[in-house]
């Protein structure tokens, strides 16, 4: 075996489609398009995270709604695309992300879901 076998890029750089559920469990017929945590793309969105969070004073007034933000704005570089009316763009994941806790838990917990990247399943 060489480690080239543990090469992870090119199964993981296109990201996947994850379907979307309604409250009750039933498939909404809406999704997301994700990429991993794995990915190169996304190391340097956490990079720019960590960044920013350095900068936050736990003394300013604001500072927990500022590492929120930070947050949000890592998650949503994750989403490279959705099946809503609304345009795909930064402020618009953003807006929903900052209004759905329910939303930011599934991206959150998608993107680090290695068998979903990795394999055939859904997340």
Same mark, same amino acid.
């Given at each position: 075996?060489?480690? &080239?076998?543990?090469? $992870? &890029? %090119? #199964? !993981?750089? +296109?990201?996947?489609? =994850?379907?979307l559920f309604k409250q009750d469990g039933t498939d909404s017929g809406q999704w997301i398009h994700l990429i $991993?945590?794995?990915s190169k793309e996304s190391a340097?969105?956490? #990079?720019?995270?960590? $960044?920013?969070l350095a900068k936050c004073d736990d003394?300013?007034?604001g500072v927990f709604e500022k590492r929120l933000d930070i947050n949000i704005g890592?998650? #949503?570089?994750?989403?490279?695309?959705? $099946?809503f009316e609304e345009e795909c763009t930064? %402020?618009? =994941?953003? +807006? &929903?992300l900052r209004n759905s806790q329910r939303f930011r838990d599934e991206i959150a917990? &998608? !993107? %680090?879901n290695r +068998?979903?990247?990795?394999?055939s399943s859904e997340s």
């Open positions: 075996m060489k480690s &080239t076998d543990f090469f $992870s &890029t %090119e #199964a !993981i750089a +296109d990201g996947k489609k =994850v379907p $991993s945590a794995e340097l969105l956490g #990079a720019r995270m960590y $960044s920013e003394k300013d007034k890592y998650l #949503a570089g994750h989403v490279k695309d959705w $099946s930064t %402020e618009n =994941v953003c +807006d &929903t917990t &998608t !993107i %680090e +068998d979903f990247f990795y394999g």
